[in-house]
């Protein structure tokens, strides 16, 4: 395309709140054959709930809250809100830690706690009743953490991001100009697929460690031409490896700063515009 052309291009993105950084980006937007999304806060609202609680509510919510007191990660967010709830008062706790892709340990009452996934304890750890509760929460789209003090685990929180309203139609205008559609999460595997059965998403790359999001775009990319859509610290590296990153507007600043396209009304289905616009800056000056 002509540079004027593609400043048109851009142009055009801009009023209608797609922020595209220049005209090569537009020109690569038009070769991508593959979408990659992150899920929390891309596919889903990012504002995740508790829903259930298996085990003694108040003990189990109560040693969660105290743990993630210190944490950042959005599950924390939801675990302290309804400790909140119930009028729960926390419990000090020393030695905070995260683990990477896990969840979090603390020192609470002369003992060690843990919240985090199945990955934080081992098979003989879990009583049957517990697994299969857990099975059934994940198989419902719902995040489980199991909350464990001295070895033992006490109970799990079951935790839910509901899909974004326009998530399923986004993906839908995707799939219907033939593109294949993937999600990329830390979170568990039946969580990511009953997620990504919500939304009609083809495939799912499940417990992803944050640092490596950038190797699974970096894969695809041996096959065809990937845009990465995200808003996460964690998502940054993804966005820029990608052909085309795509931030959400609500990201953070890292996130938006490494993305060649900024959504700036956090539509899921800007993507689709960006794709039809590149698409016509194409075809007029052929
Ligand atoms: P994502 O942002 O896609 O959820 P993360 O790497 O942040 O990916 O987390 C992956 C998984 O690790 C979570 O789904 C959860 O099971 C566990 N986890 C991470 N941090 C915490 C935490 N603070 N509390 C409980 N679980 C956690
Ligand atoms: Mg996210």
């Not at 055009?12 to 595209?20: S, V």
């Amino acid at each position: 395309a002509t540079p004027t052309a593609l400043m048109v291009g851009t142009g055009r993105g801009a009023k209608m709140g797609i922020l595209i950084k220049n005209g090569e980006v537009l020109e690569a937007v038009n070769d991508v054959d593959t979408v990659i999304f992150d899920k929390t806060g891309t596919i889903t609202v990012g504002q995740p709930q508790v829903t259930d609680v298996v085990g003694d509510e108040a003990q189990v919510v109560q040693v969660a809250a105290s743990l993630e007191a210190a944490s950042e990660h959005p599950l924390a967010a939801a675990i302290l809100a309804r400790a909140k709830a119930l009028n729960l008062t926390p419990i000090e706790t020393t030695a905070f830690r995260a683990v990477e892709g896990k969840g979090v340990t603390a020192q609470l009452n002369g003992q060690t706690g843990f919240v985090g996934n199945q990955k934080m304890v081992t098979d003989d750890q879990l009583s049957a009743t517990l697994k299969r509760e857990m099975v059934r929460l994940q198989n419902e789209a719902k995040t489980v953490v199991l909350v464990g003090l001295a070895d033992q685990v006490i109970g799990l929180v079951a935790i839910q991001d509901a899909p974004k309203t326009t998530s399923r139609e986004a993906i839908a205008a995707l799939k219907a100009r033939g593109l294949k559609t993937v999600m990329l999460t830390g979170d568990n595997q039946r969580v990511a697929e009953a997620v990504a059965q919500q939304v009609g998403i083809d495939d799912v790359i499940a417990d992803v460690l944050p640092g490596d999001k950038a190797d699974w775009v970096h894969q695809h990319q041996q096959t065809g031409k990937v845009a990465f859509v995200g808003d996460g610290i964690n998502d940054a590296p993804a966005l820029t490896t990608a052909d085309v990153g795509i931030a959400m507007g609500s990201g953070t600043d890292i996130a938006i700063d490494s993305g060649g396209i900024v959504l700036m009304k956090n539509d899921l289905r800007d993507v689709d515009r960006a794709l039809a616009l590149s698409q016509k800056t194409f075809n007029r000056i052929k």
